[in-house]
């Protein structure tokens, strides 16, 4: 991992200090990083999941996007993922929901990974 993306890994951990992070380098020096039993809001069933991302190795002058929830997260409601949900599809062999949530005005100053991942958590909840 380049030593940008090693820092970015270490703020997810202080960030959601009572979860699970698991990280694993790419072969380009980015980092696949999944984040475990987060709440997502009580609009989806389960009310938490996992969610999956890649830290680039061009971090942080790239963003992390997008993200990705258990594939077998639902609405509470029954109906449809809306929009900014896609699939179910696959990432690293797991079918997954991806979360799109791109941040047109990405600051590498001032936008970390754990910042994005706090601000697509708190979409998802008031969806």
Request: no cysteine; hydrophobic share 40%; proline share 8%.
């Amino acid at each position: 991992m380049t030593p940008d993306v090693m820092v970015a890994v270490e703020e997810i951990r202080q960030a959601f200090p009572d979860h699970k992070v698991d990280a694993e380098e790419e072969p380009q020096g980015g980092a696949y990083v999944v984040v475990h039993e987060l709440s997502i809001g009580d609009a989806y069933v389960p009310p938490s999941s996992w969610v999956g991302f890649l830290i680039p190795f061009q971090y942080p002058r790239a963003e992390v996007y997008p993200h990705f929830i258990d594939g077998a997260v639902k609405r509470a409601d029954g109906g449809p993922h809306g929009g900014g949900f896609s699939g179910p599809t696959s990432w690293r062999d797991l079918s997954v929901i991806q979360v799109s949530r791109k941040s047109n005005r990405w600051d590498s100053l001032s936008d970390t990974a754990a910042t994005k991942l706090a601000k697509v958590l708190d979409w998802m909840r008031s969806e």
